[in-house]
């Protein structure tokens, strides 16, 4: 945890929260707050734009967006919505606008997720698929990505199971746990700044690293690439966090 009083904020990032009232499964409310004290500690001013599921919304105005985890009848009312916005959606990620997507979330951004005789049309915006396995795969979570020395760690609960595409990359892999599908030992997708996940917990906290990829990302594609040298912060409560369940689990 980091106390130190911040400077004259020089930047200011906008993160979009995508209908918290639907989609805020274990805490994924969390994340945010996780990404603005991490702004506030370096001096950078951030501020949260919540989107209920009938608001407009102008994604140029966004540097980071937020989708979270929500039940399959949620999904279903989210999806509607969301395709009608798809357009600029795309956009946004294709001109390297930062997404994070947890679990329901996550299987929104793909082609569909079939569930038996239902299946909801997803948002095509990469290529993954979801259907609905048998039993729900939960339980702690640890997987290493090529992007970072230190494990990502959380907890996932969901019954579908995504398969991402051909030249898609996961996020990770798995050490502990289940992942995607618990089948190919891959978890999540990292599609230029956007990270699909089924980790909860909520995630960044415990995995300050990958928040710190967020928000530089953010900051060098709103100012450039200087603007993503991000100042070090003391660490060590959270990544002690992280490594009590490395060490529970792995070792």
């Known amino acids: 945890m980091n106390d130190s009083n911040p400077s004259k904020a020089t930047y200011s990032l906008t993160i979009g929260h995508l209908y918290p ?39 140029s105005q966004l540097d980071i967006i937020l989708i979270g985890g929500g039940s399959d009848r949620e999904q279903l009312l989210v999806c509607n919505r969301l395709k009608e916005i798809r357009q600029d959606f795309a956009a946004y990620v294709e001109n390297g606008g930062v997404v994070l997507a947890i679990c329901g979330g996550y ?8 569930m038996g005789e239902e299946t909801i049309e997803g948002l095509h915006l990469i290529d993954l698929t979801t259907e609905r396995g048998e039993g729900r795969l939960i339980g702690n979570l640890i997987i290493q990505s090529r992007q970072f020395a230190t494990p990502l760690v959380g907890f996932e609960n969901h019954g579908g199971r995504t398969y991402l595409g051909q030249g898609l990359k996961p996020l990770g892999y798995v050490l502990y746990g289940n992942g995607n599908n618990g089948k190919d030992g891959g978890e999540g997708v990292l599609y230029k700044n956007l990270v699909g996940t089924y980790l909860h917990g909520p995630l960044l906290p415990k995995n300050p690293h990958l928040c710190d990829y967020l928000l530089s990302a953010a900051l060098r594609n709103r100012y450039g690439d200087s603007a993503g040298e991000l100042a070090p912060l003391d660490d060590k409560e959270e990544l002690a966090a992280n490594a009590s369940i490395v060490d529970r689990f792995i070792k």
């Not at 299987?107 to 079939?114: S, T």
């Open 21 to 59: 009232e639907l989609l805020n499964l274990y805490g994924d409310r969390g994340n945010i707050l996780c990404m603005e004290q991490r702004c506030r500690w370096r001096g950078i001013e951030a501020h949260t734009v919540g989107f209920r599921l009938n608001d407009n919304i102008d994604f």
């Open 107 to 114: 299987q929104l951004l793909g082609h569909h997720y079939k």
